[in-house]
C-alpha cells in the first residue's frame, strides 16, 4: 500500500497542506507579535498618507491564498525529485523569492534607501529573465516582505513585475516562433 503522504516523488501525493497551514501560522504570529507591540499596522500605497492603507489584517487572507495556489501547483506538476510534497525547482524558487524579498524588507526596515532602491530595480531585471509570475515566486517574495509590508503591498509589486515577465516571455517566444518558422521555410 503506498504512502498518500509520499514525498519521493514516486506513488499517489496527497494534497501539501503544509503551505497554507504554514503561511497561516507565520502570518498569525506576525499580526500578535504586532498588535501586542502597539497595534497591527497599516501601510499606504507608496508610502503616501495621501493613498489608501492596507491593513496587515488582509495577510490572513492573502498569504493562506497564495498558499492554496502554490499547494494546487505543487500537488499537480510532476517531478521525479520532490521535498516537502511539492517538486524541488518550486521550492528553491520559492526559497530564492523568500530570501531576495526578506533582503529587501531588510533592508528598507534599516533605512537603507539606496539599497532598498537597489533590490527594487534588480526585481525589472529578475523578472525579464526568470517567470516570476509563477506562484511560488510570488508566494516566496509575499513571504519575505510580509513582516515588513503587511499581506497586500508585496502582492502588488509581484502583480506587475509578473506582469513584465510574463510580457517579456510571450514577446520572446513569438520573435523565437517568427524566426523559427522563417529559417524552416528557406
Known sequence: MENANDSSG???????????????????VCLA??????????????NSSDMPAFSNWW?????PLLGVLFA??????QSESRLLNAPTNMLVGFMGALIYGAMMATTFSLGAESLTG???????????????YRVEYVFGFVVGMTYTFGGVLPV?????????SLVTRW????????????????
Open 33 to 46: 507579535f504586532e498588535h501586542f507591540d502597539g497595534g497591527v499596522v497599516s501601510h499606504h500605497l507608496l
Open 118 to 132: 537597489i533590490f527594487f530595480m534588480g526585481l525589472i531585471m529578475i523578472a525579464l529573465v526568470l517567470p516570476v
Open 72 to 77: 494546487n501547483r505543487a500537488a499537480a506538476t
Open 59 to 63: 495577510g490572513m487572507l492573502t498569504l
Open 171 to 186: 514577446i520572446f517566444r513569438a520573435v523565437k516562433a517568427k524566426f523559427t518558422s522563417s529559417t524552416d521555410n528557406t
Open 156 to 164: 502588488l509589486v509581484s502583480i506587475v513585475f509578473g506582469s513584465v
Open 10 to 28: 514516486g506513488g499517489k501525493l496527497g494534497y501539501p497542506v503544509i503551505y497554507p497551514l504554514g503561511a497561516l501560522l507565520f502570518v498569525g
